[in-house]
């Protein structure tokens, strides 16, 4: 095929694919759509209804423009952006606003739904010029898809057994549970011949916790007495993205909920790296640390050097188990660095 041919190819085939598309603007370009890569160390989502200001928010913390306007539905689609601070990449997604029935698939609510499945934080917004009730009807949608807001997982673990049936252990006293129980809950739910896999994948796979902070937009346009009463609310921040307010304490939130850790790495006899840094999770080792520079670095470890709060004292000789706080200098691990 000839130079020209291809290009009338190529040229086909774009004026075809593009016809269906979504009429929204940027759509087809790469990152753009629901099913955005996930990048940097965490994703955080915006959820919320129309028009509180995901979009402007988006534009005010990231490089990213999305489209905002005083219309309901102005994104129709997933806008990625990235915050950079205290050394982490943080994905931001702004998501069209969703509306009571999203869990049932009203407008784009599936999709958007399906996205805060994936994220590591769900930032709610809502619009404090509106009722209270928008916080209470949006947790609604969010719980009727499985989604848990603040919770901790339950720490169950499921087996499956050679021989069938049940056995039912519990290392703690349970007092609002018993095995009888467990029994008829099990009995009075299955109402299909499903097989031990899906049985399992539905005990375990269809809830997601997802931690959530609520972002209360447009203070700017309430009383002193209304924005003090939202500002006590639990897990609460209250922000104007017109008037620039509270918005470097939103991104210092939004770091604190992630549990991000951020560790130096120095070499013997020189001082650490400041700038740099690797970013991983609380809970940490030595190990994941190593795993974050490179995967070979385990087989090559002898043991580290760390000075910082995880130590009884500085430095501290520590193997690949240590748990690792904030702010971590370790030392004793070969630097290829990776990160940039
Ligand atoms: N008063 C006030 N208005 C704001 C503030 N932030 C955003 N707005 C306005 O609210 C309207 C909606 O903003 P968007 O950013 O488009 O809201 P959105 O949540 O992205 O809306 P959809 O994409 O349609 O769901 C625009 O007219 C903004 O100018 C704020 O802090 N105060
Ligand atoms: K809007
Ligand atoms: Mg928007």
Redesign the pocket.
Known sequence: MGILEKISEIEKEISRTQKNKEPTKGAGVKGEGFDVMKSGDARVALI??????????LNKLTKTH??????????LTCIPGKIEYNGANIQLL?L??IIEGASQGKGRGRQVIAVARTADLIVM?LDATKSRQQRFLLERELEAVGIRLNCEKPNVYFKVKKGGGISFNATVKLTHLNEKMVYHILHDYIREDISVDEFIDIVLGNRKYIKCLFVY?????ITIEELDKLAHEYNTIV?????DLNLDYLIDQIWKHLNLLRVYTKKRGEYPDLVGGLIVRKGASVEHVCHAIHRSLVDEFRYALVWGTSTKHNPQRVGLSHIIDNEDVIQGMTLIKIRG
């Open positions: 919320g209804f129309p028009s509180v200001g995901k979009s402007t928010l999305s489209e905002a306007g005083a219309y309901e539905f102005t994104t702004d069209p606003g917004m937009n447009k203070i700017d346009s922000i104007s993205c017109e008037m």
